[in-house]
Nanobody
Framework: QVQLVESGGGLVQPGGSLRLSCAASGSIFGISTMGWYRQAPGGRRDLVAEITTIGRTNYANSVKGRFTISRDNAKNTVYLQMNDLKPEDTGVYYC?????????WGQGTQVTVSS
């Protein structure tokens, strides 16, 4: 069994910052890429950022220069630092991790950017 627990979401004004965290636990031997996806109301779940075990990163064009993904391999935790937030960043943010047997998802955390 795999558990992914996200935290750090909330309501923030445009231009503000938030830091999301996601801790993986359970049967996670061989964990590789970890990442964050975002699902806006009525929309699909799209990649925000992902990071490999050696720190190689990939970002959606819309967040480049504003968001930074990082991870602590010893803690099996991935972070997403979000700066200069915009209303279009609003959505449910889902953490995921890739294992040899497949991809696992967290329950999601709501981020709302509004004045």
């Amino acid at each position: 069994q795999v558990q992914l627990v996200e935290s750090g979401g909330g309501l923030v004004q445009p231009g503000g910052s938030l830091r999301l965290s996601c801790a993986a636990s359970g049967s996670i031997f061989g964990i590789s890429t970890m990442g964050w996806y975002r699902q806006a109301p009525g929309g699909r779940r799209d990649l925000v950022a992902e990071i490999t075990t050696i720190g190689r990163t990939n970002y959606a064009n819309s967040v480049k220069g504003r968001f930074t993904i990082s991870r602590d391999n010893a803690k099996n935790t991935v972070y997403l630092q979000m700066n200069d937030l915009k209303p279009e960043d609003t959505g449910v943010y889902y953490c995921n991790c890739d294992l040899l047997r497949g991809r696992y998802w967290g329950q999601g955390t709501q981020v709302t950017v509004s004045s």
